[in-house]
């Protein structure tokens, strides 16, 4: 995990990143985890909360872990953290231009209805200025087929008023998951990424499954997760067991295609 | 079958429309809004019937009619709205009419907040509206529990033609879990013949779905029916779950849903240190499981005490009293507001109630 942060070296458009899909896909998880591990390297990295629509298991329950990492955490303060109400704090807009050197995460909300709060920033957006990654989950009602993935985009985009600019893989059962969920997950997501035209930017797995030879085999950027939206009956020592280093950790910009998610442990060279 | 991902409200909507529900009336609230919004989508594809109505009163009253003319019919609501619902839920069950209502709980009391709570267990249990009526009540633990119970509800509903409520934390309805669903075009059985639906007469005697007993001897008479059909259901309803762990237990612990697996948890971790809890679970609020959780309470080690846990203030601990008969001492640990207990809390919990066995 050592690393320059200089070497990280995000691309403009890259400073914004936000993280929309389907209810079910992951976002949250897969918008602390990238706020985490960018943190990790060094750069400086804020993330809103903009789930209006979901009233439990949103990353303002990760807030106590990614402010201990230094990540700026921006949520409703006082007890509207707890509301089901379509709250959005002022400190949203700051977030919108980050400085060079700095890396806006946004979590929105599931389906067309979660991300139609990323219309009113509209203005604010200009293109090339955003990413907007789809989240994938192969593994949920309506995004196991490419045509229900496409159908997600479509409806996504025409919400957000924004354009999808890229696609990650997050096929997961939750602790059911293997290997295989997550490979069949990743064929979907090339073929949506294909049928779309639009990148397919990262893989997210489980730390355990982020080691297996075939999962770390992938060309793609990996994302090694660790479950930070846990139900109450559930310790965090499995936690501590995800999130054990992997040995053939790359150092940051050693792999090319690794920019924004240095982590790529098994491009070598 | 292939496991997928859902959140436990959409389970329990496509548990229901595989289950033959073809019609659905709600009104919103959280944590319970996923179910109406993923039943407007799926029973649109099975040519299903999906009404907001204004009220919960509404929805309730629109069960009862649909109920009324014999087809599958469910709704479902949070704390709030269960208590709005209270009326129909009399009137339903007096006209002995069968339909399944959902209860994601929150936590009360009024309007109170949205995070998970098991404080409507007396509502449950003890009947929501007036009079001398009793509903099923089926308490999930987990989203592939929620599925099956709620195939089991409508099942039951039609069996005794009478409300049966699926009664959940919040926890369920918005955790994710992988589920299986039986193979199938994904559409349910219709509903049997029956000799009590209203519907065009066609030369049969006339049928009156009716609750209005003017006369004493008459309402006596249906309440003592009403009677003997809940003394029927009290004697082959009951369900629960016992783990006893191996070679006896000196601590019973009890709970229900999101909190039986939070005990799950603690009675796992302190069993590998040697110590011997055991865990009941009812599933079955209504009828409770009584003579089951007697007979584990009888088989506790000397005198040994029972543990309830409850997300909510002392509730089900009423009929852990009841089953217990004065034969062993009851100890209660709750919380509320939303406030979730962990693994550790439990844990103390347990440990302190076995000090005291010891002692």
């Given at each position: 995990m050592s690393s320059a942060p200089e070497a990280?070296?995000?691309?403009?458009?890259?400073?914004?990143?936000?993280?929309?899909?389907?209810y079910g896909s992951g976002k949250t998880e897969v918008a602390v985890n990238l706020a985490l591990h960018l943190r990790a390297h060094g750069l400086v990295v804020q993330i809103a909360d903009l789930d209006l629509v979901n009233p439990y298991f949103r990353c303002r329950e990760a807030r106590e872990a990614m402010?201990?990492?230094?990540?700026?955490?921006?949520?409703?303060?006082?007890?509207?953290?707890?509301?089901?109400?379509?709250?959005?704090?002022?400190?949203?807009?700051?977030?919108?231009?980050?400085?060079?050197?700095?890396v806006s995460i946004l979590d929105v909300g599931g389906d067309d209805v979660g991300s139609r709060v990323l219309s009113s920033f509209r203005p604010l957006l200009r293109e090339g200025a955003y990413e907007l990654w789809q989240v994938v989950n192969a593994r949920r009602p309506?995004?196991?087929?490419?045509?229900?993935?496409?159908?997600?985009?479509?409806?996504?985009?025409?919400?957000?008023?924004?354009?999808?600019?890229?696609l990650v893989s997050n096929a997961h059962l939750l602790d059911a998951t293997d290997a295989d969920v997550v490979l069949e997950g990743v064929a979907l997501t090339r073929a949506v990424a294909l049928a779309a035209g639009i990148p397919l930017r990262l893989v997210a797995a489980l730390g355990r499954l982020a080691d297996d030879p075939r999962v770390a085999a992938l060309p793609e950027p990996l994302l090694r997760l660790e479950r930070r939206m846990l139900p109450p009956w559930l310790r965090p020592e499995t936690r501590a067991r995800c999130a054990a280093p992997a040995p053939r950790t790359v150092p940051v910009g050693v792999a090319t295609h690794a920019r924004l998610v240095p982590e790529v442990h098994r491009r070598h060279g | 079958m292939t496991k997928i991902l859902m959140k436990g409200n959409e389970a329990l909507g496509e548990a229901a429309v595989r289950a033959g529900c073809v019609h659905f009336f709600g009104y919103p609230i959280t944590p319970q809004t996923e179910i109406p919004e993923y039943l407007v989508k799926r029973l649109a594809q099975v040519g299903g019937t999906f009404v907001?109505?204004?009220?919960?009163?509404?929805?309730?009253?629109?069960?009862?009619?649909?109920?009324?003319?014999?087809?599958?019919?469910?709704?479902?609501?949070?704390?709030?709205?269960?208590?709005?619902?209270a009326e129909g839920m009399s009137y339903i069950a007096?006209?002995?009419?069968?339909?399944?209502?959902?209860?994601?709980?929150?936590?009360?009391?009024?309007?109170?907040?949205?995070?998970?709570?098991?404080?409507?267990?007396?509502?449950a249990t003890r009947g929501h509206g007036h009079g001398d009526y009793q509903?099923?009540?089926?308490?999930?633990?987990?989203?592939?529990?929620?599925?099956?119970?709620?195939?089991?509800?409508?099942?039951?509903?039609?069996?005794?033609?009478?409300p049966v409520m699926v009664c959940a934390d919040g926890m369920i309805g918005q955790m994710m879990e992988p589920v299986e669903f039986a193979d199938g075009d994904g559409r349910g059985p219709p509903m049997p013949p029956n000799d009590w639906a209203l519907g065009v007469r066609e030369g049969r005697r006339r049928r009156i779905v009716n609750s209005l007993y003017l006369s004493p001897e008459e309402l006596l008479a249906h309440n003592r029916k009403l009677k003997a059909k809940y003394d029927a259901i009290a004697a082959t309803e009951r369900r629960s779950e016992l783990d006893a762990g191996a070679g006896g237990y000196d601590v019973l612990v009890v709970a229900f849903g999101t909190m039986a697996r939070i005990c799950r948890t603690a009675v796992d971790e302190l069993r590998a240190e040697g110590l011997r809890p055991a865990l009941f679970r009812p599933i079955s609020l209504k009828p409770f499981p009584y003579p089951e959780l007697r007979r584990a309470?009888?088989?506790?080690?000397?005198?040994?005490?029972?543990?309830?846990?409850?997300?909510?203030?002392?509730?089900?601990?009423?009929?852990?009293r009841l089953a217990a008969e004065g034969t062993r001492r009851v100890l209660f640990h709750g919380t509320a507001g939303g406030v979730v207990p962990s693994p550790d809390d439990v844990a103390a919990e347990i440990r302190a109630a076995l000090g005291a066995a010891v002692a």
């Amino acid at each position: 995990m050592s690393s320059a942060p200089e070497a990280v070296a995000p691309r403009p458009a890259e400073r914004l990143i936000a993280l929309v899909g389907g209810y079910g896909s992951g976002k949250t998880e897969v918008a602390v985890n990238l706020a985490l591990h960018l943190r990790a390297h060094g750069l400086v990295v804020q993330i809103a909360d903009l789930d209006l629509v979901n009233p439990y298991f949103r990353c303002r329950e990760a807030r106590e872990a990614m402010e201990a990492a230094g990540v700026r955490v921006v949520v409703p303060e006082g007890p509207l953290v707890y509301a089901d109400l379509p709250i959005v704090t002022p400190q949203v807009a700051g977030l919108l231009a980050p400085a060079p050197g700095t890396v806006s995460i946004l979590d929105v909300g599931g389906d067309d209805v979660g991300s139609r709060v990323l219309s009113s920033f509209r203005p604010l957006l200009r293109e090339g200025a955003y990413e907007l990654w789809q989240v994938v989950n192969a593994r949920r009602p309506f995004s196991a087929t490419v045509g229900g993935c496409l159908a997600q985009a479509d409806a996504i985009a025409a919400a957000s008023r924004l354009r999808i600019t890229g696609l990650v893989s997050n096929a997961h059962l939750l602790d059911a998951t293997d290997a295989d969920v997550v490979l069949e997950g990743v064929a979907l997501t090339r073929a949506v990424a294909l049928a779309a035209g639009i990148p397919l930017r990262l893989v997210a797995a489980l730390g355990r499954l982020a080691d297996d030879p075939r999962v770390a085999a992938l060309p793609e950027p990996l994302l090694r997760l660790e479950r930070r939206m846990l139900p109450p009956w559930l310790r965090p020592e499995t936690r501590a067991r995800c999130a054990a280093p992997a040995p053939r950790t790359v150092p940051v910009g050693v792999a090319t295609h690794a920019r924004l998610v240095p982590e790529v442990h098994r491009r070598h060279g | 079958m292939t496991k997928i991902l859902m959140k436990g409200n959409e389970a329990l909507g496509e548990a229901a429309v595989r289950a033959g529900c073809v019609h659905f009336f709600g009104y919103p609230i959280t944590p319970q809004t996923e179910i109406p919004e993923y039943l407007v989508k799926r029973l649109a594809q099975v040519g299903g019937t999906f009404v907001q109505a204004e009220s919960e009163i509404a929805a309730i009253h629109m069960v009862m009619g649909a109920s009324g003319v014999g087809v599958r019919c469910m709704t479902s609501s949070s704390s709030p709205g269960i208590s709005l619902m209270a009326e129909g839920m009399s009137y339903i069950a007096a006209c002995e009419l069968p339909c399944v209502v959902v209860n994601m709980m929150r936590a009360g009391p009024g309007l109170g907040g949205i995070l998970p709570a098991q404080s409507d267990y007396h509502q449950a249990t003890r009947g929501h509206g007036h009079g001398d009526y009793q509903v099923i009540v089926l308490a999930p633990s987990s989203v592939q529990e929620a599925v099956d119970l709620m195939g089991l509800a409508f099942e039951l509903a039609e069996r005794w033609r009478n409300p049966v409520m699926v009664c959940a934390d919040g926890m369920i309805g918005q955790m994710m879990e992988p589920v299986e669903f039986a193979d199938g075009d994904g559409r349910g059985p219709p509903m049997p013949p029956n000799d009590w639906a209203l519907g065009v007469r066609e030369g049969r005697r006339r049928r009156i779905v009716n609750s209005l007993y003017l006369s004493p001897e008459e309402l006596l008479a249906h309440n003592r029916k009403l009677k003997a059909k809940y003394d029927a259901i009290a004697a082959t309803e009951r369900r629960s779950e016992l783990d006893a762990g191996a070679g006896g237990y000196d601590v019973l612990v009890v709970a229900f849903g999101t909190m039986a697996r939070i005990c799950r948890t603690a009675v796992d971790e302190l069993r590998a240190e040697g110590l011997r809890p055991a865990l009941f679970r009812p599933i079955s609020l209504k009828p409770f499981p009584y003579p089951e959780l007697r007979r584990a309470l009888d088989a506790i080690d000397g005198d040994g005490p029972v543990l309830a846990v409850e997300m909510s203030m002392g509730q089900m601990v009423d009929d852990v009293r009841l089953a217990a008969e004065g034969t062993r001492r009851v100890l209660f640990h709750g919380t509320a507001g939303g406030v979730v207990p962990s693994p550790d809390d439990v844990a103390a919990e347990i440990r302190a109630a076995l000090g005291a066995a010891v002692a």
